[in-house]
């Protein structure tokens, strides 16, 4: 079996060397792994950071540059477009989330308890999480939760990892941060068994990189609104 960890990055040369060497370094027993980078136009140094970088041998590497900056939507479809594994994760090129965790991530889909496992930044009370995120999340969660059923604590975590047979007769359409909630809208309309795992979490602030935006949880919420009076 292979898992496929989808990168997608927009200027994070300050990070996506480090992302990129604790992923490859990440070994978990009875998985095969690959990389797909998905570089969303980049205007920084980041993809001769990319380019420039040497992989462990024996690890498929895949790399894709866009001419121009789409959204983290587009790129994360670029990077499913490109993967090949039975089991892909989405993978953040900044340092808020730690690669460390996959084993614990992937434990469901290896006991066959789950089809889709989110990493919940919010089942661990240990994690500081700032209460402008922590609201607007909650906010965002429990709409989901009543629109389509759920009972998910963080709708919004960008640990999502999937078999690849979930995402079965689903067309994903985002192009930026609303990718997140389409995502989590089409897979509960199409049954999908969503379990959380905790996880933990290091917040970075705007200026040292955050791109989300207020708007961005008006698309979020109009992108869940648009999945429930509209089909899979």
Same mark, same amino acid.
């Given at each position: 079996?292979?898992?496929?960890?989808?990168?997608?990055?927009?200027?994070?040369?300050?990070?996506?060397?480090?992302?990129?060497?604790?992923?490859?370094?990440?070994?978990?027993?009875?998985?095969?792994?690959?990389?797909?980078?998905?570089?969303?136009?980049?205007?920084?140094?980041?993809?001769?950071?990319?380019?420039?970088?040497?992989?462990?041998?024996?690890?498929?590497?895949?790399?894709?540059?866009?001419?121009?900056?789409?959204?983290?939507?587009?790129?994360?479809?670029?990077?499913?477009?490109?993967?090949?594994?039975?089991?892909?994760?989405?993978?953040?090129?900044?340092?808020?989330?730690?690669?460390?965790?996959?084993?614990? &991530?992937? #434990?469901? *889909?290896?006991?066959?308890?789950?089809?889709? /496992?989110?990493?919940?930044?919010?089942? =661990? @009370?240990?994690?500081?999480?700032?209460?402008?995120?922590?609201?607007?999340?909650?906010?965002?969660?429990?709409?989901?939760?009543?629109?389509?059923?759920?009972?998910?604590?963080?709708?919004?975590?960008?640990?999502?990892?999937?078999?690849?047979?979930?995402?079965?007769?689903?067309?994903?359409?985002?192009?930026?941060?609303?990718?997140?909630?389409? &995502?989590? #809208?089409? *897979?509960?309309?199409?049954?999908?068994?969503? /379990?959380?795992?905790?996880?933990?979490? =290091? @917040?970075?602030?705007?200026?040292?990189?955050?791109?989300?935006?207020?708007?961005?949880?008006?698309?979020?919420?109009?992108?869940?609104?648009?999945?429930?009076?509209?089909?899979?």
């Amino acid at each position: 079996m292979r898992l496929s960890v989808i990168i997608p990055v927009y200027n994070e040369e300050q990070t996506i060397d480090e992302v990129i060497s604790r992923v490859s370094a990440v070994e978990i027993d009875g998985l095969e792994k690959e990389i797909v980078i998905a570089n969303d136009g980049s205007t920084d140094g980041t993809r001769r950071i990319i380019d420039s970088r040497g992989w462990p041998a024996g690890l498929p590497v895949h790399v894709y540059h866009s001419p121009i900056n789409l959204g983290k939507g587009a790129a994360v479809r670029i990077g499913l477009g490109f993967a090949t594994g039975d089991v892909l994760l989405i993978q953040d090129a900044d340092l808020e989330l730690d690669p460390r965790e996959y084993g614990s &991530l992937l #434990a469901p *889909l290896q006991a066959g308890t789950a089809d889709v /496992v989110y990493g919940s930044r919010f089942l =661990n @009370p240990t994690v500081r999480v700032p209460n402008r995120t922590r609201l607007a999340n909650r906010f965002l969660t429990l709409l989901t939760n009543v629109l389509f059923g759920a009972r998910l604590t963080d709708m919004e975590t960008a640990y999502k990892v999937m078999r690849r047979e979930a995402l079965a007769g689903i067309r994903l359409r985002s192009v930026g941060f609303d990718i997140e909630p389409e &995502l989590t #809208a089409r *897979l509960l309309r199409a049954g999908r068994r969503i /379990v959380e795992v905790p996880i933990s979490y =290091n @917040p970075r602030r705007q200026d040292e990189g955050k791109k989300m935006r207020w708007i961005d949880g008006v698309d979020a919420i109009y992108m869940l609104l648009k999945c429930r009076l509209t089909k899979v």
